[in-house]
């Protein structure tokens, strides 16, 4: 009997560091753009865009928060924020993030209006802003408490916040025209202070999807999908910059490629989406889903080349139980 137990133990050991990417986050559920965190109750938070099934060209309505402690059990705890909540936006629930400070939650997040118009530009009407909502709880719900974008021009998506060590926040985002844009936030959250700033990214600025920024060790990182595809990076050693290019994280897959990085119990973590077929999907066509890979720095802080893998994250409880 007791051998019998602990081969089901193995056999279930074994089992857990199988394949988990995509991560496990819901049946038929397409998700993307995932904003990792770890918060106060010592859980680790995505907060991701959600797809629908045969959505036409990012018509999305809505955002989505999970929570895990061994990032293989996920927790879904439903939509946070939706668009039909906001008075100034009705589509492109896109890529969000949120942040912790004042002892309350913020999810920063794209939304807009209008169509836009593929084939005659020229009649396109889509506009997007970019909003932010605070709740007492990670879970939400959050609320929109400016009833308003945090500006009207220039037309932007894909915001980050940072928030710095000395409480300073810092938000980021994506631009009709300029991209590599900070704003430092009003205290409150509520506002940012001043104008939109152009960073100096040492002379390299490619087209770029949503950055992410984090700090280790003193040291700044501006990472993003470079042409959308391609997870890149810069240093620094503020967080508005000047900034110096490094070089890729992840190759291109196919579609675009939205991340985050955070370190969770010891292990530093890469967030990101892949496009992959659904079995048994309406649509033929390859969907969104998030996955994740262990991120490993080299002794001088620059950061080495991720491969995708099918067993993604799958042996964490195991690397986290051997601290």
Request: overall charge neutral; proline content about 6%.
């Amino acid at each position: 009997m007791k051998l019998a137990s602990l081969a089901l133990a193995a056999l279930l050991a074994a089992s857990a560091c199988q394949a988990q990417n995509p991560l496990a986050l819901g049946k038929d559920l397409r998700t993307a753009d995932p904003s990792g965190h770890v918060w106060p109750d010592g859980r680790l938070w995505l907060y991701t865009s959600h797809d629908e099934e045969c959505q036409a060209d990012f018509h999305m309505k809505d955002w989505t928060a999970f929570s895990s402690t061994d990032l293989v059990n996920w927790t879904n705890h439903g939509a946070v924020l939706s668009v039909k909540d906001l008075k100034w936006a009705d589509d492109y629930a896109w890529a969000p993030d949120a942040a912790y400070k004042n002892g309350k939650y913020y999810l920063v997040f794209p939304a807009g209006t209008g169509v836009k118009d593929r084939q005659n530009p020229k009649n396109s009407t889509k506009w997007m802003g970019i909003g932010i909502a605070e709740s007492d709880s990670p879970a939400g719900p959050f609320k929109d408490m400016i009833g308003a974008p945090l500006w009207r021009k220039p037309y932007a998506n894909d915001p980050v916040l940072f928030v710095d060590d000395d409480g300073r926040a810092y938000l980021y985002s994506r631009t009709s025209g300029v991209n590599y844009l900070v704003a430092e936030m009003a205290d409150d959250m509520r506002s940012i202070k001043g104008e939109l700033q152009k960073m100096d990214m040492g002379g390299y600025e490619p087209p770029m999807e949503g950055p992410w920024v984090f700090k280790r060790n003193g040291l700044y990182y501006f990472t993003m999908p470079e042409h959308n595809r391609i997870l890149t990076y810069y240093t620094g050693t503020s967080p508005k910059g000047p900034w110096t290019y490094r070089g890729v994280i992840m190759d291109a897959e196919g579609g675009n490629n939205h991340h985050s990085i955070v370190q969770y119990k010891g292990q530093w973590l890469l967030f990101y989406h892949r496009w992959l077929d659904v079995s048994g999907a309406v649509c033929a066509k390859k969907q969104r889903h998030v996955a994740a890979e262990y991120l490993h720095f080299n002794d001088d802080g620059t950061i080495r080349k991720v491969e995708r893998t099918e067993q993604g994250v799958g042996d964490f409880p195991q690397r986290a139980a051997k601290r």
